[in-house]
């Protein structure tokens, strides 16, 4: 049963990591792209991750043993569901597990920033999802990045509500003011 087991894992990791370089691919094809071309391509990947979520979701509800990798890699479609990640590398080292990777990316926004190489917008954005992948990995945050996070949620809060977006919506149960949360824990 543990081979099996395994297998399961490594044939759903396998479907993630297809579907996240799918995301990656559209990005950097979107100006090849015409628009409905990209939003048609991007709605399918959408959906196929929905769909994988869903089978996430009955796979965990039924054996314990493989529980916690699956939550992680659900929680990460989830995210990419609902938008709060739109990153596809954060998106794929928050599925694998990857925390020192997902820390060498915070550092390499940071660095980009400062040369200009990246916007403020963008790189606190991707600063955001980097450090929510993190604290939902179980890695210990600064004081500064729980600061960070509450701001840029807060800020992410008012925004959406703007735009007429209600951040409480949820998807198949995933909360996404949960996901960006900071829990009394980590305060």
Known sequence: MPDENEMLRENLEAQLERLVQQLSDLEECRSDMADDE?????????????????????????DMTIHDNLSIMRLATSAA???????????????????????????????????????????????LEVLTALRHLGCELTVTDKMFIQEETSKLQNSMASN??????????????MFLKLDDTTT
């Open 81 to 127: 569901i609902t938008k709060a990640f739109q990153t596809p590398s954060i998106i794929k080292m928050f599925a694998k597990n990857e925390p020192n990777a997902l820390k060498d990316k915070r550092n390499q926004i940071e660095r980009d920033m400062k040369l200009g190489k990246l916007s403020l917008e963008i790189g606190n954005r991707q600063k």
């Open 38 to 62: 990209y939003n048609e391509s991007k709605e399918d990947t959408v959906e196929q991750l929905k769909e994988f979520n869903d089978r996430l979701s009955k796979i965990t509800a039924g």
């Open 164 to 177: 007429g977006f209600n951040i409480t919506d949820s998807l198949n149960g995933f909360d996404f003011n």
